[in-house]
């Protein structure tokens, strides 16, 4: 029986999603992926303590030749960015071609690149009016939200709905569901790659 795939988490903040995939991976939803590693690009980000109290490796790096280490010392085959805030360098992206993905708190295309991150998209959608949004899981590429997307799922916009309750409801109802559901789907991909491989 082949191991399973190394997930490497990356994170800036608190860990929603971190911890969103560690619980899928707790509860079988991904059962052909595990998480070895979480890095932060903050040293204070909560993610942190999350892995460590899940027995998983954290590591703050301050910059990419430090992730890159880390991810290489963990044997990390996919990468996922839940909440990063650096924009990984070009030379980055195709080491690890089609094995980082990311997940925006909206429905790609729309308000996505550079400077729509967190609570910003939140504003932008609330902003121009539109009765829907979601997230989407994509692969990472060299422009930012610009990669083949893998899934997305939409979420309706309610009457008085302010930047905060919007992002809550769009993390419940479709990044905490969308994130865990990708990293089994790409983890097993690339065990059945692995297998193909060794036959």
């Known amino acids: 029986m082949l191991e399973k795939t190394k997930v490497a988490v990356l994170v ?11 619980d899928a991976e707790k509860s079988g939803i991904i059962k ?26 954290a590591v703050y790096a301050k910059n990419e030749e430090e992730i890159l280490a880390a991810l290489e010392e963990a044997g990390a085959e996919l990468i996922v ?10 030379d980055f992206i195709r080491k690890y071609e089609n094995r980082i993905i990311n997940i925006h708190p909206s429905l790609i295309p729309s308000f996505c690149g550079k400077g729509a991150y967190g609570l910003h998209v939140h504003e932008m959608a609330l902003d121009y009016g539109v009765k829907v949004t979601g997230a989407t899981v994509h692969y990472v590429n060299e422009i930012p939200d610009g990669g083949k997307i893998i899934a997305q799922k939409a ?17 419940e109802q479709a990044e905490w569901i969308l994130l865990p559901r990708a990293v089994q789907q790409i983890s097993a991909e690339i065990r059945k790659g692995k297998e193909n491989d060794n036959n």
């Open 12 to 22: 800036s903040g608190g860990g929603t999603n971190l911890q969103a995939i560690i």
């Open 155 to 171: 979420v309706e916009i309610q009457d008085g709905d302010t930047p905060e309750i919007l992002q809550k409801r769009v993390m």
């Open 81 to 90: 960015l839940a909440g990063f805030l650096k924009i990984l360098s070009k």
């Open 32 to 57: 052909d992926g595990e998480v070895v590693l979480v890095v932060s690009s903050s040293r204070k980000a909560y993610a942190l303590q999350r892995a460590e109290k899940n027995g998983i490796k």
